[in-house]
């Protein structure tokens, strides 16, 4: 086949060890923390709900170095969100909790960068909101882990710090849903593939960021996320 205009290069998340992880798809869960669901306005185990991010909103970076996102267009409140995110190796349909783990190749730290104001404005209008999460370099992300390597993630601390101060705090088994169970949930919408990777929620204390910020997220057992707003 003779393309009309070049393809796109394939987004790809530098694996621990060596090797990358080609990015299919990006799927985020909402409120998937209790405090932080309450700090937006609800509360209780609300059945999980997903949204997406284009494949190229993930920002690769490599252990030990500081990522760089530019301040995006049309926000002036852009929020950090620290999240486990999990990367699938396996694919499937309606697959079972008790199944899910088989279908992970590894872990990862991410930030699912937020221009809250404007998805505030879209939620009071009812419309959707892709234009406050699907935006470039919405998704930064550091190496992938082997599942091999660290066992299920199950608990474990996972913070985010800006400029060296604490912003968010939690633990993996706050998680209202478990990565499990959103791996059953989510293959029931749709056919998950090898290559999709799945941000699972963020805990308490999503606060903006300003050119010059400089976030440190951290997941108990995976290497350091370091990103700098540009």
């Known amino acids: 086949m003779s393309f009309v205009v070049a393809p796109p290069p394939t987004v790809a998340v530098p694996v621990a060890g060596g ?27 609300e059945p999980p709900f997903f949204f997406m991010k284009p494949a190229d909103a993930a920002v690769p970076v490599v252990d030990g170095e500081t990522g760089r996102i530019e301040y995006p267009s049309l926000t002036g409140n852009l ?4 999240e486990l995110v999990v990367a699938i190796g ?18 990862a730290v991410g930030l699912d960068m937020t221009r809250r104001d404007l998805q505030n404005e879209m939620k009071k209008q009812g419309r959707p909101w892709c234009i406050g999460k699907a935006f470039e370099q919405a998704a930064p992300i550091g190496p992938i882990v ?4 660290t066992g299920e993630l199950t608990h474990g601390a996972i913070t985010l710090a ?23 949930h989510l293959s029931a919408a749709w056919t998950l593939q090898p290559g999709d990777l799945i941000f699972t929620g963020t805990p308490a ?7 010059g910020d400089v976030m440190e997220g951290r997941v108990e057992g995976l290497p350091e996320l370091r990103v700098a707003v540009a």
């Open 19 to 45: 090797g990358a992880f080609p990015v299919h798809r990006i799927y985020c869960v909402g409120r998937n923390y209790v405090e932080h669901a309450q700090e937006m306005g609800f509360s209780g185990r």
């Open 162 to 184: 800006v400029n060296g101060q604490p912003r968010q705090k939690g633990d993996l088994k706050e998680l209202i849903w478990n990565v499990n169970e959103i791996i059953e």
């Open 79 to 82: 929020h950090h969100e620290i």
């Open 146 to 149: 082997p599942i091999a390597s």
């Open 90 to 107: 396996m694919g499937g349909r309606d697959i079972k909790a008790a199944d899910a783990a088989r279908h992970i190749w590894g872990y």
């Open 205 to 211: 204390g999503v606060a903006a960021v300003t050119r």
